[in-house]
């Protein structure tokens, strides 16, 4: 079949928390470890290469109190992506550890949602509880690529490639997009943050962060429908996808390939 592509996840950074930090409304008893691990994503194929999120740096590991385990440019510079000349940036939102390295990528288009800039330029950012998980400085970068013709808006389902396209879903922010790729295996969704954590999809339970609690539960249907098999949906912070996923380039640790077959 034409234009599969393969997929990496890169693990970037680290968090430990609480069982019930990670879902809404938790019990606060729930007190077992449940960490999260950062990632961004390269989609590699038909002559391009496609960076999914852009993660955060040492400026957000120092104010959130987050661990970077590898910079996102040492993690893509290893499976032999130069952030330097990457054509196309897929933003899935523009939280801050999905959004914060955007002036490591100097040549690249930036693809998001409409809903998504929209929200964080408006009105709703006027509410704390609403900004938390944003940074100023993050959304002027995406301001300023504007004025540059750097970004591409999407309203919607769209197709990038032939076998590569982005839906919003909304539900965890206004603009939230999940990206679906074919691959050897069939069609992989990279969920983002539609899906934290396997637990979020497996008890169809959202993670506490979420403007639309009916758009979140939508979103999971919405991801199994576009998703081969429920082998085929990636979580956008599970530790357990790099024990799902065989390790890429000569064991590079914190990398996997996400179109081949999970493991067991
Ligand atoms: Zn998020
Ligand atoms: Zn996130």
């Known amino acids: 079949m034409s234009d599969t592509y ?58 959130r109190g987050r661990r970077i385990v590898r910079p996102v440019a040492d993690g893509l510079k290893a499976i032999g992506v130069d952030p330097a000349t990457v054509g196309d940036v897929i933003l ?35 509410h704390g509880v609403l900004r938390h998980s944003f940074e100023a400085e993050h959304v002027g970068h995406m301001v300023h690529r504007i004025f540059e013709d750097r970004v ?13 396209t982005l839906h919003k879903v909304g539900g965890h922010t206004k603009g939230l997009q999940v990206t679906r790729v074919r691959t050897r295996r069939g069609w992989v969704v990279l969920a983002s943050d539609a899906a934290h954590l396997y637990a979020n999809l497996e ?20 991801i199994r429908a576009l998703a081969s098999s429920e082998a085929h949906i990636v979580p956008g912070h599970d530790p357990m996808v790099l024990q799902r996923y065989p390790l890429a380039r000569g064991g590079l640790a914190g990398v996997v390939r996400l179109d081949a077959e999970p493991k067991g």
């Open 203 to 222: 008890r169809n339970h959202p993670f506490p962060i979420v403007v639309d609690v009916d758009d979140y539960l939508e979103a999971f249907n919405t």
């Open 152 to 164: 591409q808006f999407h309203d919607g389902p769209s197709e990038l490639a032939h076998g590569l």
């Open 6 to 63: 393969e997929i990496y996840a890169i693990r970037y950074g680290h968090h430990d928390r609480k069982a019930h930090e990670n879902f809404l409304f938790g019990d606060p008893h729930d007190d077992a470890q449940m960490p999260l691990d950062y990632f961004v994503w390269a989609i590699i194929g038909a002559g391009r290469t496609f960076v999914l999120d852009t993660g955060f740096g040492p400026d957000m590991e120092k104010k």
């Open 92 to 126: 899935s939102h523009m939280h801050y550890d999905h959004a914060g390295n955007i002036p490591l990528f100097p040549k690249a288009r930036f693809h998001i949602q409409d809903a998504e800039m929209n929200f964080v330029t408006g009105r709703s950012m006027c």
